[in-house]
């Protein structure tokens, strides 16, 4: 096991397609997953029959939570008795997670360092499915029986912001600290979280040797990556002080400071990574107003070189631009399509690794760019590569055209 990598987290992974016989109860009652031994790489060779304490969680890119279940997989040798042959099986139950699954959906078996099994069943074409395939470092190419990964020590897995992301989604904490940082974040901010636009000048404080002006998509990852390991420090300290004070009987106060954690988590992401954009936008010089009310009360993240000219009806609109932001995307891309209707082209940059073709074939159909840092690119097909744009490309298109405006 090696901090700070899969193998914290996972001991071997395997993953396939669901064949319909798996899939479908109409097809088959067999409620056993076929073509499973590799997975003795995973679980051994069977003595008798093993049971593992199973989770299984269904994925999809519209519903806001996984759909959940507990239970159990059963590992055995349905040929034991036969000295010459060996013919394993893993069994699964009916679950309300097993009933959402369809042919060709993928699935992911992963054992975990306390010998429970984590299953997740992504949507087929989605992209949590694309993103879970890149977390555990599979292609995209198919073939009869489990694909199987082992030791999960390599550099690919190595969890960063993006791989930390998605294993939340399939509820696994990532536990990452900075702890020589405590000391002085309590000293700064005492017993309370300052405000994001402070917590994300600190977090850049404390990477001195970050210079945008070299590379911009390498100082905005540098900086998210370290405010949320920071966050997560300080978040500890403070949630563990007031847990150990207690709540004796008092049981909404408990629930109201649990929600308060949730949201507080949920919200200040997005934020950050408006806040060090705009930290970048700054050192560059861009003119750039955040947050201002364009039609309909809309407030886009940002407009290039100002609300004051946008609203400008001599101002040429094909020198304005948008960025909407939004570090995970899902269904919620869409938003920003509607937040400045004087521009036609539209840009979004996100966090958000491995979009599925369909949706980013959509946001080309809408007008909307998608705009990524360069080291998030990788995790996209080769056609969707070659439309991308990363965070210095844009600098350089809102750059040109408020130096045809006169305005830099």
Same mark, same amino acid.
């Given at each position: 096991?090696?901090?700070?990598?899969?193998?914290?987290?996972?001991?071997?992974?395997?993953?396939?397609?669901?064949?319909?016989?798996?899939?479908?109860?109409?097809?088959?009652?067999?409620?056993?997953?076929?073509?499973?031994?590799?997975?003795?790489?995973?679980?051994?060779?069977?003595?008798?029959?093993?049971?593992?304490?199973?989770?299984?969680?269904?994925?999809?890119?519209?519903?806001?939570?996984?759909?959940?279940?507990?239970?159990?997989?059963?590992?055995?040798?349905?040929?034991?008795?036969?000295?010459?042959? /060996?013919?394993?099986?893993?069994? &699964? %139950?009916? #679950?309300?997670?097993?009933?959402?699954? !369809?042919?060709?959906? +993928?699935?992911? @078996?992963?054992?975990?360092?306390?010998?429970?099994?984590?299953?997740?069943?992504?949507?087929?074409?989605?992209?949590?499915?694309?993103?879970?395939?890149?977390?555990?470092?599979?292609?995209?190419?198919?073939?009869?029986?489990?694909?199987?990964?082992?030791?999960?020590?390599?550099?690919?897995?190595?969890?960063?912001?993006?791989?930390?992301?998605?294993?939340?989604?399939?509820?696994?904490?990532?536990?990452?600290?900075?702890?020589?940082?405590?000391?002085?974040?309590? /000293?700064?901010?005492?017993?309370? &979280? %300052?405000? #994001?636009?402070?917590?994300?000048?600190? !977090?850049?404080?404390? +990477?001195?040797? @970050?210079?945008?002006?070299?590379?911009?998509?390498?100082?905005?990852?540098?900086?998210?990556?370290?405010?949320?390991?920071?966050?997560?420090?300080?978040?500890?300290?403070?949630?563990?002080?007031?847990?150990?004070?207690?709540?004796?009987?008092?049981?909404?106060?408990?629930?109201?400071?649990?929600?308060?954690?949730?949201?507080?988590?949920?919200?200040?992401?997005?934020?950050?990574?408006?806040?060090?954009?705009?930290?970048?936008?700054?050192?560059?010089?861009?003119?750039?107003?955040?947050?201002?009310?364009?039609?309909?009360?809309?407030?886009?993240?940002?407009?290039?070189?100002?609300?004051?000219?946008?609203?400008?009806?001599?101002?040429?609109?094909?020198?304005?631009?948008?960025?909407?932001?939004?570090?995970?995307?899902?269904?919620?891309?869409?938003?920003?399509?509607?937040?400045?209707?004087?521009?036609?082209?539209?840009?979004?940059?996100?966090?958000?690794?491995?979009?599925?073709?369909?949706?980013?074939?959509?946001?080309?159909?809408?007008?909307?760019?998608?705009?990524?840092?360069?080291?998030?690119?990788?995790?996209?097909?080769?056609?969707?590569?070659?439309?991308?744009?990363?965070?210095?490309?844009?600098?350089?298109?809102?750059?040109?055209?408020?130096?045809?405006?006169?305005?830099?």
């Amino acid at each position: 096991m090696k901090a700070g990598y899969l193998s914290q987290y996972f001991t071997g992974v395997a993953i396939k397609n669901l064949s319909a016989v798996e899939a479908d109860p109409y097809s088959s009652n067999q409620h056993e997953f076929n073509g499973v031994s590799g997975l003795k790489r995973i679980f051994g060779q069977p003595q008798g029959k093993v049971k593992f304490n199973t989770k299984f969680i269904y994925l999809n890119d519209y519903d806001d939570e996984p759909i959940t279940a507990d239970g159990f997989l059963t590992w055995y040798d349905a040929r034991e008795n036969n000295p010459k042959r /060996s013919e394993c099986r893993l069994y &699964f %139950p009916t #679950t309300q997670v097993s009933t959402c699954a !369809a042919a060709g959906d +993928l699935l992911v @078996i992963g054992l975990r360092p306390d010998k429970s099994v984590l299953v997740i069943i992504a949507e087929n074409g989605s992209t949590i499915g694309n993103q879970i395939r890149w977390l555990f470092g599979f292609s995209n190419e198919t073939h009869p029986g489990f694909s199987i990964r082992g030791e999960l020590e390599s550099e690919q897995d190595r969890i960063a912001f993006a791989s930390r992301i998605i294993l939340e989604q399939i509820g696994i904490t990532v536990e990452d600290s900075e702890e020589t940082y405590l000391d002085d974040m309590i /000293s700064r901010f005492g017993e309370k &979280f %300052p405000s #994001t636009y402070d917590f994300s000048r600190y !977090a850049r404080s404390t +990477l001195r040797d @970050i210079e945008p002006l070299d590379d911009a998509d390498a100082a905005l990852i540098a900086w998210i990556e370290r405010e949320e390991i920071l966050f997560r420090t300080f978040e500890k300290h403070l949630v563990g002080e007031r847990l150990r004070k207690g709540f004796v009987d008092d049981v909404e106060g408990f629930i109201a400071f649990s929600l308060s954690v949730q949201n507080r988590r949920k919200s200040r992401v997005g934020y950050a990574l408006e806040n060090h954009l705009e930290q970048i936008f700054s050192i560059y010089n861009i003119n750039y107003s955040r947050t201002k009310i364009t039609e309909n009360k809309s407030k886009p993240d940002f407009i290039f070189p100002s609300i004051e000219k946008y609203h400008d009806n001599s101002f040429n609109p094909l020198l304005l631009t948008m960025l909407g932001v939004k570090s995970t995307c899902k269904d919620r891309w869409r938003q920003v399509l509607s937040e400045a209707d004087k521009i036609e082209y539209k840009h979004l940059l996100t966090l958000e690794t491995a979009i599925s073709e369909n949706q980013t074939n959509e946001m080309r159909e809408r007008n909307l760019q998608l705009v990524l840092p360069k080291s998030l690119h990788s995790t996209y097909t080769d056609a969707q590569r070659s439309w991308l744009i990363d965070v210095a490309t844009f600098i350089d298109v809102v750059k040109e055209r408020q130096i045809r405006a006169g305005i830099i």
